[in-house]
């Protein structure tokens, strides 16, 4: 059980790429602020021999992450398995939570 820290990249356009790398099950990620983001975009894979089977990608308003939530694609379905997304709220921190897998890592793309 460990909290991973993101590496954080500027990809141009006023865009960042935040990555969270290789969660094992019981970690999460260092929660990153979020709050002026006009658009959130979030893949969720597994490295070659990885697996997931129970994850969320979570958002607050608290900045100090308190009360976390499943947060939920633009149709409506929560961020709960592996994919790309288009995150629908509109928080102030993200973070992604494994409870049980293995080398998954998730990337968001955050346009501001």
């Known amino acids: 059980m460990a909290t991973i820290l993101p590496t954080i990249a500027d990809v141009g356009g006023g865009a960042q790429r935040l990555t969270w790398a290789a ?12 709050a002026n983001a006009k658009e959130l975009t979030v893949t ?25 939530r499943t947060l939920e694609d633009e149709d409506g379905t929560a961020i709960t398995a592996l994919g790309v997304f288009e995150v629908k ?3 102030m921190s993200v973070r992604p939570l494994v409870t049980t897998g293995a080398d998954v890592t998730t990337r968001a793309l955050v346009r501001r």
């Open 23 to 34: 969660l094992d099950g019981g970690d999460d990620g260092a929660w990153v602020n979020v």
């Open 89 to 91: 709220e509109r928080v």
């Open 44 to 68: 969720v894979e597994v490295e070659t021999g990885g697996s997931l089977t129970t994850y969320a990608f979570q958002g607050t308003l608290s900045g100090a992450g308190a009360n976390p």
